[in-house]
């Protein structure tokens, strides 16, 4: 590794505030305070919640036969990233990034609803269908339509700081909550301790990924300049898979680049054989496989085989490891790694990572209706 990454050495206070003029660094930097807030908060707001019946609505289900988490974009991925630490959840469980609640969901199973700004389209349309059919949705936002309907309906309302971060700067407040709602309705162990190591490491991690840390020793300065100016393909498997889907969509909306995403051993059976055929693709891609230090062995062998055929097809690979003990650890390990190399690769287009310009004139567009 050189000493010094290319293009992202002078970082004082005068270039970031140039670059980043909405503090996305300190967003990212906030990350284990965030997990901290989000869980004391949402644990104390959920007491005596669990079958206690409300004045227009009863109280969740104490004992739910499934679980149901609504969300989309940044709002949906701390739910990716809370089931993939539970993996022995009791019962069935599924994250909804759309306008229906599956066939089965009736009044036993909780539905938590998740949107950071309360006005997702999607995720109202869920809340309200989860109301028909006699469910009492659990809400997290920071106000909106849904922080509306959780008052108008004695909806439990567990609330996201409303200080307008973005949803994918905000994923601690918005992760937490569901994992103290698991909690407190049973389908969890006490994850305190888990929360508490997770957010050591992140402390940590601070320190040696923020913009003035040594560069030669600096994992997300060097994996910003490999990404620079290529196609991001990131892999994932088991754990990892949520993390993988994070790194896309930070690469997507912090530096404005296409990314892709996509888990092993899946990919396997399909995705191999797109690598065989465009050499010139081939040569503008780095994929970086997320590989779990405890995870299954028959996956991190398959890991290390499709990475050893993508290199002989031309492909650029990086191997990014977990780090931590628990699940939970483990995985915010990786995020923390791909926000803050996301927040570099923006830097290095000298692009500011908040706006998500786009994505907003489309929503204007939607809103407009269809002869927009």
């Known amino acids: 590794m050189t000493a010094k990454v290319a293009g992202l050495t002078d970082l004082g206070p005068a270039r970031l505030a140039e670059l980043d003029r909405s503090d996305m660094l300190g967003a990212i930097a906030s990350l284990p305070r965030q997990l901290t807030a989000g869980y004391a908060v949402a644990r104390s707001g959920l007491s005596g919640v669990f079958g206690k019946a409300g004045a227009a609505a009863p109280a969740p289900p104490a004992r739910p036969t499934g679980l149901v988490v609504c969300g989309m974009g940044g709002s949906a991925i701390g739910a990716d990233l809370v089931l993939a630490c539970l993996p022995r959840l009791a019962v069935p469980a599924v994250v909804v990034r759309g306008y229906g609640l599956p066939a089965w969901v009736g009044p036993d199973a909780l539905v938590v609803a998740i949107s950071c700004s309360g006005d997702t389209e999607e995720t109202l349309t869920c809340a309200g269908e989860a109301l028909e059919r006699g469910c009492t949705p659990v809400c997290i936002a920071s106000g909106g339509a ?169 492909v650029a690979v990086e191997r990014v490891e977990t780090r931590g003990a628990s699940r939970l650890a483990r995985l915010f390990s990786l995020v923390q790694l791909g926000d803050y190399a996301s927040f570099y690769l923006a830097l290095l287009y000298g692009i500011d990572p908040t706006p998500i310009g786009a994505i907003e004139d489309f929503k204007a567009k939607l809103a407009g209706g269809a002869g927009a």
């Open 146 to 314: 849904l922080a509306a309907l959780a008052e108008e309906r004695s909806l439990p309302l567990l609330a996201v700081p409303a200080g307008g971060n973005s949803p994918r700067a905000s994923l601690g407040y918005l992760s937490m909550p569901l994992l103290a709602t698991l909690e407190a309705a049973g389908l969890c162990a006490d994850p305190a301790a888990d929360v508490d190591e997770t957010v050591a490491l992140l402390r940590a991690g601070n320190d040696v990924l923020g913009p003035l840390a040594p560069d030669a020793t600096h994992a997300a300065k060097r994996l910003a300049a490999r990404l620079h100016k290529k196609q991001a393909v990131v892999y994932g498997a088991g754990l990892t898979v949520p993390a993988a889907r994070r790194w896309k969509g930070q690469i997507n909306e912090n530096a404005k680049a296409p990314a892709f995403w996509n888990e092993l051993p899946e990919l396997d059976h399909n995705e191999l054989m797109g690598w065989t055929s465009l050499p010139h693709v081939a040569a503008a891609t780095l994929a970086v496989f997320l590989d779990d230090a405890q995870g299954d062995a028959r996956l991190l062998r398959r890991a290390a085989l499709t990475a050893a055929e993508l290199e002989a097809r031309g």
